[in-house]
């Protein structure tokens, strides 16, 4: 004499037994994705946006230039600086960096070399043409400006 | 299990970067010692200059601008003049965008005028490739052959494209008024 109607008899757990299966097509997708970055980027890097972008196919031929003001103002200053691996450097000191990279590649493929510059919104022509400068002598000259796919709502 | 597959899913999360090689490609000249100083005679009217000074402002062949949507077809249209208007390009292997800044100048302006410069072009091949689309697609269709070039299909596309139009944006040493 219920007068209260049972409740529906339908279960309302979301099935978990193929959790892990998701977990581990996640997980393997960072894994292999993924690339452990080994320097931290001691520079701003405020990309700038453009819409002509051309990819890089060659990874293994890139090396990083990170130019910006320094994150740490207190201790270097206001200027914006050059940074290569994990110390800055003065554009003088290009033409060796330039050196030890080309070493790093084999043989046949030195001349490739590509240099990507990755610069702050904020830094002037003045640093980037200093470096320019010396990649040229150094005769590094595909030169790659890391930019950003272009958004409508950024700009 | 499946703990452990999260710590570790939590851990590749987090140190992931997914590197960006994307961006605008230029080949810079030879080491300037490399080249003597030669007069190389250029006539006015084969240069498209584009001027920016140490507070971003726009001088294009001499005029000031202030929007910049126009200029894209200005520079497509000076290329591919071919002797018509005399106050513009010869032929388009003759035409030279000359690009000069300050060196306060900032980097975001430089970027935002060179992307102009290379839509341009690119723009210009993406119509002699043959493909198919709106304006937008095929200049995007034609930036992804150009980065392939191992395929020997992308690079027929690509060199008969660029044939007789090779891309010739100068950029200049810039002067010295703002920067360091």
Redesign the interface.
């Known amino acids: 004499m219920s007068k209260f109607k049972k409740k529906a008899n339908v279960k309302q757990d979301i099935p978990t037994s193929s959790m892990p299966d998701v977990v581990f097509m996640l997980l393997f997708f960072f894994m292999v994705t993924t690339q452990l970055r080994e320097t931290s980027i001691e520079v701003q890097q405020r990309i700038p946006e453009a819409t002509q972008l051309r990819k890089l196919q060659r990874k293994t031929l890139v090396t990083n230039l990170y130019i910006g003001k320094p994150i740490k103002v207190e201790q270097y200053g206001e200027e914006p600086k050059i940074q290569a691996q994990d110390v800055f450097i003065e554009p003088s000191g290009i033409g060796k960096w330039v050196n030890a990279e080309r070493d790093k590649l084999r043989e046949d493929e030195k001349d490739q070399l590509t240099v990507s510059l990755k610069v702050d919104n904020e830094a002037k022509r003045g640093i980037i043409v200093d470096v320019e400068t010396e990649l040229r002598k150094a005769n590094a000259r595909k030169l790659l400006y890391n930019t950003r796919e272009f958004s409508k709502n950024n700009r | 299990?499946?703990d452990i597959?999260?710590l570790?899913?939590t851990f590749?999360?987090v140190?992931?970067?997914?590197?960006?090689?994307?961006?605008?490609?230029?080949?810079?000249?030879?080491?300037?010692?490399a080249q003597p100083p030669e007069d190389v005679k250029v006539q006015e009217r084969n240069i498209f200059k584009v001027q920016v000074n140490s507070a971003d402002r726009v001088l294009i062949e001499g005029e000031p601008m202030e929007d910049l949507s126009g200029l894209k077809e200005m520079i497509k249209k000076f290329v591919l003049n071919n002797g018509a208007d005399p106050n513009s390009s010869d032929s388009p292997d003759k035409a030279i965008v000359s690009f000069k800044?300050?060196?306060?100048?900032?980097?975001?302006k430089?970027?935002?005028l060179?992307?102009i410069c290379?839509?341009a072009y690119?723009d210009i091949y993406a119509d002699r490739a043959g493909l198919s689309g709106s304006m937008e697609e095929k200049?995007k269709k034609f930036?992804?052959i150009?980065?392939?070039l191992?395929n020997p299909a992308n690079k027929e596309v690509y060199e008969r494209a660029r044939e007789g139009i090779p891309m010739q944006i100068s950029i200049a040493?810039?002067t010295?008024v703002?920067?360091?």
Do not use: C, V, W
């Open positions: 299990m499946a597959a999260f570790l899913l590749f999360l140190t992931t970067t997914i590197s960006n090689d994307r961006g605008l490609s230029i080949q810079l000249p030879p080491p300037p010692e800044t300050d060196r306060g100048t900032s980097h975001k430089f970027i935002e060179l992307d290379q839509a690119y200049n930036r992804e150009a980065s392939d191992a040493e810039p010295k703002g920067g360091n």
